[in-house]
């Protein structure tokens, strides 16, 4: 150490870097980890300036006190020194295994050099010994020393990372640590798993965070043989396009991959941009996927060793009352009222009962449709587009309805409607309602003066879409409603 004999110089100096390095941290946060032996070094400096004038003190263990903050800071230098490179070299941070086994090394180096300095140690027998002792040490230590180095070797090869979802053998999980000893995994039941490195690197590694593009995941769904494959593709890739929290590209694929006992089976393979994601995604697949295939006729089939009973009577009974339901339903709605009770009847044998799931969208604004909607039971919420945005402009309950102007005119929805809870709907289309208008024309005329009333209503956007419209409407308007009604229905 060079001699330094003026303390007055020295201690201004010392506290002027300590407090530039305490600045120096404050901008980098890789710098804090000196700052502690900065400190203790400077106060060491000083204290040989004063005490010592500039020297080492002669007694070992004294001088050794003062060169461990010395040794501290060389080590932390040459570890920051040394994760810079790799970080610029690899473009990533070192793995923090590795960072600790250089510092370890270097510790062991200083150590052997201040023992032979300080202490006179001579350092050739004690190497010729602990080539022995290693040996002992090593043979009882194996096991240990292997899932140490085996630490090290997955520091460096990276088959994962902290965060990334594994499965390692049977086990699955996310990575939350790589000590010197063990890998531990946070399981989908947020326990903690603990495997022996040296057992990792026995068994296969599939990273599912790796490479960092959408996952794919595979479900295999089993209909009957009687619905044509296309219908069936055009009902997966409907509840497909329902479903929040997959991805925009790449789009979902279905496909048809075999014949089994009872069923053919059908498979989608879909993505989802966070592995952890795919069990809340893969259940809200299948959730919409039963609304969707019962609203298409679709039946999911039961083994054909299964014995399936049910009994007629009570089912004819809810048929009939759903009926019944659907007619009093009409009789309160304004499109209906100018039909005598045997033409409600006939219509309302035209009307198709569905199910929609919570948050599905029955209709979407702007696309073309032809069919009527009335509401069973469930509630719906009705939205326009509103610069760019949905805004809710009406919530509707049983007996309430909409898509009237699609059913009469064919033109395009002119809101979005999604069921606000689990939802039935009666639903009647263009062909339906066509036996109606062409068997009493002159109902068109009643039912183009109450489509008016509600195309107001609609365009002034009255928070309850169904409420009549009591302003002023333009003289042809109900004129060409009327002319639109009988353009379509060619009457």
């Not at 659907?326 to 304004?334: G, Q």
Request: glycine share 8%; hydrophobic share 45%.
């Amino acid at each position: 150490m060079n001699p330094f004999t003026n303390p007055w110089i020295e201690i201004p100096l010392a506290i002027l870097g300590v407090l530039t390095l305490l600045r120096l941290a404050r901008l980098r946060s890789a710098l804090r980890s000196l700052i502690g032996p900065f400190s203790l070094a400077a106060l060491a400096l000083t204290v040989v300036s004063v005490s010592f004038a500039g020297r080492l003190p002669e007694q070992g263990w004294l001088a050794v006190a003062i060169l461990v903050p010395f040794v501290m800071l060389f080590v932390r230098l040459a570890v920051l020194g040394f994760q810079g490179l790799f970080r610029r070299s690899q473009g990533q941070a070192p793995p923090a295994l590795l960072a600790s086994v250089v510092a370890v090394v270097l510790y062991g180096i200083a150590a052997s050099t201040i023992a032979h300095t300080a202490f006179g140690v001579q350092l050739t027998p004690f190497l010729a010994t602990s080539a022995v002792v290693g040996a002992v040490v090593g043979l009882a230590l194996q096991d240990t020393l292997g899932n140490l180095f085996t630490g090290i070797a997955l520091s460096m090869d990276e088959p994962f990372l902290i965060g990334d979802w594994v499965r390692i053998g049977e086990s699955e999980g996310c990575i939350e640590q790589v000590s010197w000893r063990a890998t531990r995994l946070r399981t989908w039941y947020g326990d903690m798993l603990t495997i022996p490195n040296i057992e990792v690197s026995k068994r296969t590694v599939l990273n599912y965070s790796r490479p960092a593009t959408p996952h794919s995941r595979l479900l295999h769904v089993g209909l009957g043989f009687q619905v044509p494959p296309s219908t069936v593709f055009a009902a997966l890739e409907r509840a497909l396009g329902e479903v929040r929290g997959l991805p925009a590209e790449p789009r979902p694929v279905v496909r048809l991959i075999g014949y089994r006992d009872f069923v053919m089976e059908y498979e989608i393979r879909y993505f989802v941009s966070s592995y952890e994601d795919y069990q809340r995604v893969e259940s809200e697949i299948l959730r919409l996927l039963w609304y969707d295939l019962h609203r298409s006729g679709i039946e999911i089939p039961f083994p054909i060793r299964t014995v399936y009973l049910h009994t007629v009577p009570p089912q004819a009974e809810a048929r009939v009352s759903v009926v019944e339901r659907l007619e009093r339903s009409l009789r309160d709605i304004d499109l209906f009222r100018p039909l005598s009770d045997a033409e409600r009847r006939t219509a309302a044998a035209s009307f198709k009962r569905h199910h929609y799931a919570r948050g599905e969208r029955i209709i979407v604004e702007g696309e073309p449709g032809n069919s009527f909607f009335v509401i069973d039971t469930g509630e719906v919420e009705v939205f326009k587009n509103v610069g760019g945005a949905l805004r809710p402009i009406a919530r509707l309950h049983e007996g309430q309805f909409f898509g009237e102007m699609a059913l009469l005119t064919g033109a395009e929805r002119a809101a979005t409607v999604m069921a606000a809870t689990d939802a039935d709907m009666f639903a009647i289309d263009k062909a339906g309602f066509h036996g109606v208008l062409v068997a009493n024309p002159g109902v068109a005329v009643d039912i183009s003066r109450i489509l008016a009333e509600r195309q107001g209503a609609l365009t002034n956007a009255v928070i309850d879409v169904t409420e009549r419209f009591d302003g002023g409407l333009a003289p042809t308007l109900k004129d060409d409603l009327l002319k639109r009604i009988r353009g379509y229905f060619g009457l």
